[in-house]
Every structure is written in C-alpha cells, then in structure tokens.
T-cell receptor
Framework: QKEVEQNSGPLSVPEGAIASLNCTYS??????FFWYRQYSGKSPELIMF????GDKEDGRFTAQLNKASQYVSLLIRDSQPSDSATYLC?????????????FGSGTQLTVLP | DTAVSQTPKYLVTQMGNDKSIKCEQN?????MYWYKQDSKKFLKIMFS???????INETVPNRFSPKSPDKAHLNLHINSLELGDSAVYFC?????????????FGPGTRLTVL
C-alpha cells in the first residue's frame, strides 16, 4: 500500500464547474496535509495546507480533512482553464527529528473552456 | 529575485559519468531538501539538511552524495550515472519553527542519462 494515494486522472471538468481531488494516506501518525499545484515543466507550489479535521477555505479552494477516514480532499470552485495542472497531495510526519513530506503521485486536472 | 535556484537547469550526460547539481536559497531558511521526480510525476524525498546537518537520508544508492557547505547551499553529486537516474531533481527549502513548514521548490534540474 502506498503511503499517499491519489487518482492519477486525468480529471476533466468544464470551466466554471467544481473540481474535486481526493487523497488517502496510510500513516495515522500524519499530522499535516498539503496540496501543491504543479504546472507542466514547472516546480510544485503550495496552495493549501490543513491540519485540523473539517474544512478550510481560501478563495476558490477548499481543503477537507477527515483523520478518522485518513482522507483529505481539495475542491476547486468555479474552475478556470488556468487551474489545469497536476495537483500533488503531501502528508507530513516526523521521521526521527525531521519533518518529512511524503507526496502522492498527483492528479492531473484539465479544465475545459 | 530567485528564492531557490538550481544549476544547471538541464543536464544531458552519458552513462558512467559523474555530475553535480547545485542549489542555493536566499530565503534565510535553515532546512534544505533534494527530491527526485520521475516520469510519472512521483516526487520522492532523497535527502534533507538542517543547519548543515543531514537529517533525512532515504534509501538511495550511495552513488548519490549530498553536501551542504552552509545553510544556504545544498549540492548533489552523482557518481557512475545510470539510465534510471534520468529524472527531474528538485531542491527545496523551508524554515523550521513555522507550524505549516512550507517548502519552497527550486525550478528543477532535468537530468537525462544516455
């Protein structure tokens, strides 16, 4: 079982729709959860982080965390073509004295104009 | 004002060669990382240094040797390059003590081994 699992997609949604990206993780000791966006040929950039159960909203983005189900999701409202990218879920746990991020393999999102 | 920079951006080399990638950050961060991203976009931690001390050393071939001369620099030397080493290598940095510990990534170095 992979530590962090995401559907690889591709996920296609029409412009203006809600895109829903999902992620599950295996380590119950995981503490913080991150969503990174990576455009083709570019480096990952952080768009959301969450560490408490429930929802966290930032503009058009909402992160949802359910630690009991070991599930974290990202909703993108009013999707725009500029949202087309690969979205990487990352989970932080302690590894000895270090805070280590473990990434999923990403979900490729395409927003169709 | 590049926050995390890497050189070179592209590296094409033959099997068996030795090569180095350099990383520098001007964010005042104290922790730096090397990640490898394969063709399937899977981003995997390789090493991490905190204040020049190696704190994460994942299972990678010992042909890979990181070196951090100071907090702002982290280099990666690869000996006897193999075809499977072809990937994009990302450097990242972060500041400990911040609750969410955001990692900022460099632009990546695309390594192609022929």
């Amino acid at each position: 079982q992979k530590e962090v699992e995401q559907n690889s997609g591709p996920l296609s949604v029409p412009e203006g729709a809600i895109a829903s990206l999902n992620c599950t993780y295996s380590d119950r000791g995981s503490q913080s959860f991150f969503w990174y966006r990576q455009y083709s040929g570019k480096s990952p950039e952080l768009i959301m982080f969450i560490y408490s159960n429930g929802d966290k909203e930032d503009g058009r983005f909402t992160a949802q965390l359910n630690k009991a189900s070991q599930y974290v999701s990202l909703l993108i409202r009013d999707s725009q073509p500029s949202d087309s990218a690969t979205y990487l879920c990352a989970v932080r746990r302690f590894s000895g004295s270090a805070r280590q991020l473990t990434f999923g393999s990403g979900t490729q999102l395409t927003v169709l104009p | 004002d590049t926050a995390v920079s890497q050189t070179p951006k592209y590296l094409v080399t033959q099997m068996g060669n030795d090569k180095s990638i350099k990383c520098e950050q001007n964010l005042g961060h104290d922790t730096m990382y090397w990640y490898k991203q394969d063709s399937k976009k899977f981003l995997k931690i390789m090493f991490s240094y905190n204040n020049k001390e190696l704190i994460i050393n994942e299972t990678v071939p010992n042909r890979f040797s990181p070196k951090s001369p100071d907090k702002a620099h982290l280099n990666l030397h690869i000996n006897s390059l193999e075809l499977g080493d072809s990937a994009v290598y990302f450097c990242a940095s972060s500041l400990t003590g911040i609750s969410y510990n955001e990692q900022f990534f460099g632009p990546g170095t695309r390594l192609t081994v022929l």
